[in-house]
T-cell receptor, first 112, second 111 residues
């Protein structure tokens, strides 16, 4: 069974530029999560989807971050404009409802 | 608020030894606890979980112990191998999917 797929794996951009990350969850997993992970820290939740509905986006900086999961499967996380402090690893995870979350490999973002 | 933390940031062991990684939590609202292993450049990999109504759970070479009295969680790895070298995170979870991660412990296994 394929795991959570994320792309790109690495992204380097200049500050103020936009960037987007894509996630394809495990087949059959209706719940999808986006996390931010800073170096040496545990992942921090940005947003959680139940199917196509964002049920927890309380930690998403909505002034510059947006996400969508239009058909309840793939999801895109966008940052516009990116700031230096956004440099981190962006992880996507999926689960069947609130069960065990399985993570993708992440996208390492570097903002110059 | 809910928080999950670790006692030690690093742990070095010899190959073949048993490893014990500890974790403390401050909020009893978690329905379960999970241990994840994260290797460099990869996402967290599920190792084992334990429901909050259990004290012990065993997997392949791993055992998780939960002491709710002192709000302490531990991961025991038997016969530690070089491939076990990674960062280990504990996380507390709720039934609706909210996970709160601790800082992580770096495990280094010397041949």
């Amino acid at each position: 069974e394929a795991g959570v797929v994320q792309s790109p794996r690495y992204k380097i951009i200049e500050k103020k530029q936009p960037v987007a990350f894509w996630c394809n969850p495990i087949s059959g997993h209706n719940t999808l999560y986006w996390y931010l992970q800073n170096l040496g820290q545990g992942p921090e939740l940005l947003i959680r989807y139940e199917n196509e509905e964002a049920v927890d986006d309380s930690q998403l900086p909505k002034d510059r971050f947006s996400a969508e999961r239009l058909k309840g499967v793939d999801s895109t996380l966008k940052i516009q404009p990116a700031e230096l402090g956004d440099s981190a690893v962006y992880l996507c995870a999926s689960s069947v409802r609130g069960d065990t979350q399985y993570f993708g490999p992440g996208t390492r973002l570097t903002v110059l | 608020g809910e928080s999950v933390g670790l006692h030690l940031p690093t742990l070095s062991v010899q190959e073949g030894d048993n490893s014990i990684i500890n974790c403390a939590y401050s909020n009893s609202a978690s329905d379960y606890f999970i241990w994840y292993k994260q290797e460099s450049g990869k996402g967290p990999q599920f190792i084992i979980d334990i429901r909050s109504n259990m004290d012990k759970r065993q997997g392949q070479r791993v055992t998780v112990l939960l002491n709710k009295t002192v709000k302490h969680l531990s991961l025991q790895i038997a016969a530690t191998q070089p491939g076990d070298s990674a960062v280990y995170f504990c996380a507390g979870g709720t039934s609706y999917g909210k996970l709160t991660f601790g800082q992580g412990t770096i495990l280094t296994v010397h041949p």
